[in-house]
């Protein structure tokens, strides 16, 4: 990690506009195209990009296991919620048109806030999936180092191609969490 | 114009299928289907569905590429060869499969068609009404959250329960077999750094 200054500082420099416009997709979403997915995604996506770069286990510093956890359910209640909310106020479930003084602020208010939970739950969904897999040990890393392919791979692509960068880094990551065994099987 | 653009992707996004079935490199493969769903994004902009282009650049192009590469990084980098099994009963079967699916293409509306079914239903109700019943000037959202807002809570749940799924079948769990797998904490990474 300490021999890569250019990702290091391109990923700092990038995460933050990541950030703004997955917010920008979020709350723009019902004038232009996006929406809670999507923002979702993005936002995800620039805890990955950190991950990816500096380790998996220093990103779970940031986004510790009960925070992603939390927005997972956190996502699905605040749209059912919302749901049980115009239940409430007199209308069908997910009727928005009852949750304010006129119909128009009501679907407004409805769509935002469940937009807000789709977008909750797709980050925390993403950044769950990618961190609980990138925290994995291969299972058998004397099965690995034996193989040819796996020298092939590291000769023939490490100069090449920029991307595998952030593979290896991942991988760094990984000999890290897995401890010896993860560094052996390099 | 705009149809000789759709077809020449389409025609490279066949391209990049048949590499991606002859390519047994398997980092290859993995930018390869990220360049396919760029592709499709492309080609969802050009029918004009931005929404979806949005979605299938961020997860196709993005999530599942980066996600493909985790795995990769658990697994070989190159695809075990296998006994290609070559039986006449299997050609015939793909075939006729194939077959039957392109006769079934001929009953369907042609490109663009503004007389299709799909284009008579409940579509102009939404683009005709949609603002004064739900609001916001872009109609895929009204649909989506208003419209079928019982849709979007199914796939939200479907997300959330395939975060679940991934957390029950290989996270750490704080009980269950998942916990004996714990390989490392804090303090020893931090000595590891320093």
Redesign the interface.
């Known amino acids: 990690m300490k021999e890569k200054p250019v990702l290091r500082v391109t990923s700092k420099l990038l995460i933050p506009p990541i950030m703004l416009f997955a917010l920008y997709?979020q709350f723009h979403?019902?004038?232009?195209?996006?929406?809670g997915?999507?923002a979702g995604?993005?936002f995800?996506?620039a805890f990955?990009l950190y991950a990816?770069i500096f380790g998996v286990?220093v990103a779970r510093?940031i986004v510790p296991?009960w925070v992603s956890?939390a927005g997972?359910?956190i996502?699905?209640l605040l749209?059912?919620g919302t749901?049980v909310a115009a239940l409430f106020g007199g209308g069908n479930f997910?009727d928005?048109s009852v949750l304010a003084h006129d119909?128009?602020h009501g679907?407004?208010l409805?769509?935002n806030v469940?937009?807000f939970?789709?977008g909750t739950?797709?980050a925390?969904?993403?950044v769950?999936?990618?961190f609980?897999?990138?925290?994995?040990?291969?299972?058998d890393p004397e099965d690995?180092r034996d193989?040819d392919?796996?020298a092939?791979?590291d000769d023939d692509?490490d100069d090449d191609?920029d991307?595998?960068i952030?593979?290896r880094t991942?991988?760094q990551g990984?000999s890290?969490?897995?401890?010896a065994?993860g560094r052996e099987a390099r | 114009m705009e149809l000789a653009v759709v077809i020449g992707m389409l025609f490279f996004m066949a391209a990049i299928a048949l590499a991606i079935i002859w390519v047994r490199n398997l980092f290859a493969v993995t930018m390869l289907m990220g360049i396919y769903s760029l592709t499709a994004a492309a080609l969802y902009v050009a029918l004009d569905a931005v929404d979806v282009a949005f979605t299938e650049a961020a997860v196709g192009a993005g999530i599942s590429t980066v996600l493909m590469l985790a795995t990769l990084s658990l697994t070989k980098a190159e695809e075990k060869p296998f006994r290609s099994i070559q039986h006449p009963v299997s050609l015939a079967v793909v075939l006729v499969t194939g077959g039957v699916l392109i006769y079934g293409t001929l009953d369907m509306p042609a490109y663009g068609d503004p007389d299709a079914p799909i284009h008579q239903h409940v579509a102009p109700r939404y683009v005709q009404d949609s603002g004064q019943e739900v609001g916001p000037p872009n109609i895929v959202t009204s649909i989506l959250a208003s419209y079928r807002g019982y849709d979007t809570m199914g796939e939200v749940t479907v997300i959330f329960t395939a975060a679940a799924g991934v957390l029950m079948l290989i996270g750490r769990g704080r009980s269950g077999p998942g916990r004996r797998r714990k390989t490392w904490d804090y303090e020893d990474l931090e000595g590891d750094e320093r």
Do not use: K, N
């Not at chain 1, 609980?132 to 299972?139: G, K, L, V």
């Not at chain 1, 890290?176 to 401890?179: D, I, N, P």
């Open positions: 997709v979403g019902d004038f232009g195209p996006g929406g997915f999507q995604v993005i995800a996506s990955i990816l286990d510093r296991a956890r997972l359910s996502g699905v749209y059912a749901g997910l928005y119909a128009l679907q407004h409805g769509i469940i937009e939970g789709v739950t797709v925390a969904a993403m769950t999936i990618f609980t897999f990138a925290s994995q040990s291969p299972h690995l193989e392919d796996d092939d791979f692509f191609l991307d595998l952030a593979s991942m991988s990984l890290q969490a897995g401890g065994g």
